[in-house]
């Protein structure tokens, strides 16, 4: 061994929980008010987080039960055109929704009695659709919030949201950032 060479030592191990630690290089928080303010959008985000996946959930439920109907009333012999026109899909989808469902049987029920329920069932959906939307404005606005405040940076609000860090720095396009970003 060279004169000149130093024995490598193994690298220094901290004491470890078995929990990912988050080091951000970003500037410390301020201790009192900025703490609130990033526990209260910390908040804020989890129920946005369990609104939009009860919705999503509602609208995939809702969205099963609109294809049943779908797929019944084509089976009963209603042109794709009218469920087209009551459900808000086009023909193609109407369809292709239909052609998923095997071994349907006449049902029995009115043309009119179909219709409504086709209609009624659209409607649902719809309403379900929009109070997703609502939510996620009100989520991108906490975002938005969030990034100006500068009490949460991309990587924490994409852990809080389930968006990609990505997506959060296309929120962040055009909010004033700390130095360092």
């Known amino acids: 061994m060279p004169s000149h060479?130093?024995?490598?030592?193994?690298?220094?191990?901290?004491?470890?929980?078995?929990?990912?630690?988050?080091?951000?290089?970003?500037?410390?928080?301020?201790?009192?008010?900025?703490?609130?303010?990033?526990?209260?959008?910390?908040?804020?985000?989890?129920?946005?987080?369990?609104?939009?996946?009860?919705a999503a959930s509602s609208i995939r439920t809702l969205t099963?039960?609109?294809?049943?109907?779908?797929?019944?009333?084509?089976e009963d012999g209603l042109p794709l055109a009218t469920i087209s026109a009551v459900t808000g899909e086009n023909?193609?989808?109407?369809?292709?929704?239909?052609?998923?469902?095997?071994?349907?049987h006449l049902s029995g029920l009115t043309r009119q009695a179909q219709l409504e329920a086709l209609k009624a069932k659209s409607q649902e959906l719809a309403?379900?659709?929009?109070?997703?939307?609502q939510i996620v404005e009100r989520r991108e606005a906490l975002i938005v919030?969030?990034?100006?405040?500068?009490?949460c940076d991309d990587l924490e609000l994409a852990s809080l949201t389930g968006l990609t860090p990505e997506h959060?720095?296309?929120?962040?396009?055009?909010?004033?950032?700390?130095?360092?970003?």
């Open 127 to 133: 309403a379900a659709e929009r109070h997703r939307g």
């Open 5 to 54: 060479a130093r024995p490598v030592q193994p690298p220094q191990r901290q004491p470890g929980t078995g929990r990912y630690t988050y080091r951000a290089k970003t500037p410390a928080r301020p201790a009192a008010a900025g703490n609130a303010e990033h526990e209260k959008l910390v908040h804020a985000l989890g129920v946005h987080r369990q609104l939009l996946t009860h």
């Open 145 to 151: 919030k969030a990034l100006r405040a500068h009490v």
């Open 64 to 74: 099963a039960a609109r294809n049943d109907l779908i797929a019944q009333a084509v």
């Open 168 to 181: 959060i720095r296309r929120f962040s396009r055009g909010t004033a950032r700390p130095s360092g970003h």
């Open 91 to 104: 023909q193609r989808a109407v369809r292709t929704i239909a052609l998923a469902y095997d071994d349907l």
